[in-house]
């Protein structure tokens, strides 16, 4: 089994920054892949970023591409996702998600980000 804790969120003003982090315990071997969704008030889960332990895969939404960067150290099975050049509609809760080819899918309780003057 697979759990996820997500840390770092937070209220920030626009144009400001943040630094989740989702750190990932259990039995987890082989390759893996971390990412990120989120969820407004009132809106579907949307995917943001996802990044593979082999690096082969590192992907943003076009919807903060240039703003965010993930990046990942597979040693520990943690992720970071650094945002930058927040606005008011990347405010959302942010769920950590883990995917592997035996495990499975796993996600994380959620962590809440807003940004607001």
């Known amino acids: 089994q697979v759990q996820l804790v997500e840390s770092g969120g937070g209220l920030v003003q626009p144009g400001g920054s943040l630094r989740l982090t989702c750190a990932a315990s259990g039995r987890i071997f082989g390759i893996i892949v971390m990412g990120w969704y989120r969820q407004g008030p009132g809106e579907e889960r949307e995917f943001v970023a996802r990044?593979?332990?082999?690096?082969?895969?590192?992907e943003l939404s076009d919807s903060v591409k240039g703003r965010f960067t993930i990046s990942m150290d597979s040693a520990k099975n943690t992720n970071y996702l650094q945002m930058n050049s927040l606005k008011p509609e990347d405010t959302a809760v942010y769920y950590c998600y883990l995917f592997n080819a035996v495990l499975g899918q796993s996600w994380g309780q959620g962590t809440q980000v807003t940004v607001s003057s």
């Open positions: 990044i593979r332990s082999d690096g082969a895969i590192n």
